[in-house]
């Protein structure tokens, strides 16, 4: 792999890359925005390239994850709590610890990730493939329509 503390202060040409490094490596890190755009314990979605995304700053970092809950489909920019790096789906109260990724409450299934990094006062994240969840095929569940009216 290249040097790119050559000190030329010049990214090494596109040739010096094989075309899996190309794809993996150099194209797939996106920028997301400014660092400072969005608050502490505030989810904010993205369309990165036509893959949406969620971004938490839970204070102490920043995670990136698909936009829906993996229990039921429920839009996390929207639902979602972030409280104490805890982030929770209030449907059904499944929660993450995002610091940790721990499962929190009745959750049962991880919240999927996306790589991120911090530079230059910029979010990116490693988007090589839009993550998606496998859902079950379920009858209604009775809970849902606990705050429905008759």
Known sequence: MADLTSGK???PALSTYSASQIGTNI???KRI???GDIAV???EKFNVDGIDIVVANYGDGFRAFPPVCPH???PLA???VLVRCVLTCTKHLWAWDLKTLELRGPAEKPLKTYEMKEEGGDIFAFIDQEL???FDEEADDPDD???SKS
């Open 9 to 11: 202060g010049k990214p």
């Open 72 to 74: 039921m489909e429920e």
């Open 132 to 134: 998606v969840y496998d």
């Open 33 to 35: 925005c400014g660092s």
């Open 41 to 43: 314990n505030s989810l």
């Open 27 to 29: 194209m797939s890190w």
């Open 145 to 147: 329509d606990f705050f």
């Open 78 to 80: 929207e639902t979602g």
